[in-house]
């Protein structure tokens, strides 16, 4: 099973219109330190995999990234 995680990143080929074997996943691992290019996955839909919803969305106000932060601990 292919996991992905933060020092693994995934993008998925433009195509689609030739049927699933014209999708391609290229996968590159090792990217903080020596990227590395792995061989393309043809289809890569026919595999099994399982649906992860990770996504966390943070909001400041832009005025609050002008100004000093404040001291660890202090109320804001």
């Known amino acids: 099973m292919l996991e992905l995680a933060e020092e693994a990143k995934a993008v998925e080929g433009s195509?689609?219109?030739g049927g699933?074997?014209?999708?391609?996943?290229?996968?590159?691992?090792?990217?903080?330190?020596?990227?590395?290019?792995?061989a393309p996955i043809q289809n890569p839909a026919r595999f099994?995999?399982?649906?992860?919803?990770?996504?966390?969305?943070?909001?400041?106000?832009?005025?609050?990234?002008?100004q000093p932060a404040p001291e660890p601990g202090a109320s804001t």
């Open 48 to 66: 099994p995999w399982r649906e992860v919803n990770a996504v966390q969305l943070f909001r400041t106000n832009v005025k609050r990234l002008t």
């Open 15 to 17: 195509g689609g219109e």
């Open 20 to 38: 699933p074997d014209s999708y391609w996943l290229y996968v590159v691992t090792r990217c903080a330190d020596d990227p590395q290019l792995q």
